[in-house]
């Protein structure tokens, strides 16, 4: 096998940039993502200017590899960061029903009035785009404000968890809809009901049978002494269930998903005794190299060229129903001490997950062409850009008006 130096250049120069980009967004207050997804924009349309070498990188299957296995990483951690006790919880399980129906609704009816030639199965593509809440940046801005183990902010996690199981299972549903409708088929009600009974009976069973299977492969790989055994253990953990995620026709950031959610510290505790750090610290060095790389080449597939008034237009339009869609999770948000405007704003941000439907929406194929257009998939990235940017100080704002007089 040989590797292009080419990629080698492309890797430095795609991480020296992300971090310092992103640097420069955390020192003003805002989340390193967006700096990491600009970095791309940039680099993916220098050809633009005549400089079309990152183009020819981002096509390169290895980096293109990188990309995947990062996206795989990211919603593993976002799994291993989830807590399934939130998850059960009345309140937050209402909260992300509300919170994946009318976005996904508003998303679709959106996407028809201004792509009007476009297929259904591309405005439901879209709509599902809008179905997820980022669990990470949400929970970033309510550690910082000193409020992650408050009322409210247990609805908001709670919530944007269940979101992003719905969102799965929803983007599974639109990917088994839009291959029958490229294979020629008409994909009847009996099999979309079959494709979400699937995804969701994988997450349970993943859940049932994760836990004690994850549990009995680090009590066998406990008796090996080599040092990193815990790191090893817990990637072959993800990367199996990934496969098996894909072997059933799930995306594997499924299964990366539904691993994390089922490795936790019990599990891991007797190798992670014997290691001088735990499996989340271990496991950043890593995600820290390869979540970048998925960040820059989503940014890199904005074609500013195919950026119009009329997708301008539409990346406005998406904006605001992604903003208003999430405040009706406010009306059946309850519970003692829960600050109801809170949790509406705390739903707003699309993010890592928003991001990753939209670039399967640009890998999955309808009539030889992505079911997302550049187009349509630049309105997209926009979208999710400015309800990640806003979130941060509107929540501060929101919860500060929640805290009584003094």
């Keep these: 096998m040989h590797l292009s130096p080419d990629i080698l250049a492309g890797l ?37 200017l005549g400089w079309g070498w990152f183009d020819g990188l981002t096509e390169q299957a290895a980096f293109q590899g990188l990309a995947e296995i990062g996206v795989i990483l990211l919603l593993f951690e976002v799994g291993l960061e989830s807590d399934m006790g939130k998850m059960a919880r009345a309140g937050a399980a209402a909260t992300a029903v509300v919170g994946v129906i ?25 709509g599902a785009v809008l179905a997820a809440t980022s669990v990470g940046i949400t929970a970033r801005v309510l550690r910082d404000l000193g409020r992650l183990d408050s009322p409210t902010a247990r609805v908001i996690l709670g919530a944007a968890v269940i979101d992003d199981v719905i969102g799965l299972v929803v983007l599974s549903v639109v990917v088994g809809i839009v291959k029958a409708a490229d294979s020629g088929e008409v994909l009847a009600a009996w099999e979309i009901v079959r494709i979400a009974v699937f995804a969701i009976g994988f997450l349970v069973g993943a859940a049932l049978l994760g836990r004690p299977a994850s549990a009995a492969l680090f009590r066998v790989v406990s008796y090996l002494q080599i040092r990193g055994v815990l790191l090893a253990a ?51 060095p890593i995600s820290s190299f390869l979540v970048p790389v998925f960040f820059v080449y989503t940014g890199a597939l904005v074609d500013l060229g195919a950026v119009s ?43 890592e997950v928003g991001l990753i439907f939209a670039t399967v929406g640009t890998s999955t194929m309808l009539a030889g062409r992505p079911v997302v257009s550049s187009g349509s998939y630049a309105a997209a990235v926009i979208m999710v850009m400015v309800t990640t940017l806003v979130t941060p100080m509107l929540l501060a704002w929101s919860l500060k008006r929640a805290e009584p007089p003094a």
């Design 12 to 48: 430095a120069l795609v991480l020296v940039l992300a971090k310092v980009v992103g640097d420069l967004f955390e020192r003003l207050k805002q989340p390193a993502v967006l700096g990491e997804i600009l970095v791309g924009v940039v680099l993916g349309n220098l050809n633009l």
């Design 102 to 126: 009318l976005p996904v609704a508003f998303g679709f009816s959106v996407h028809r009035l201004l792509v009007p030639h476009a297929t259904w199965h591309v405005h439901l593509f879209i």
């Design 309 to 351: 008034g009329d997708i301008m237009m539409l990346a406005l339009a998406l904006t605001v129903v992604a903003i208003v869609g999430k405040q009706a999770c406010a009306l059946v948000a309850f519970g003692q001490g829960v600050h109801r405007l809170s949790v509406g704003i705390g739903m707003i941000p699309r993010g």
């Design 234 to 284: 817990a990637l072959a953990f993800c990367f199996l269930v990934s496969y098996l995620a894909a072997l059933v026709g799930l995306h594997p950031i499924v299964g990366a998903f539904a691993a994390g959610l089922v490795l936790d510290e019990v599990i891991c505790r007797d190798l992670a005794s014997r290691e001088q750090h735990g499996l989340e610290v271990q496991l950043h």
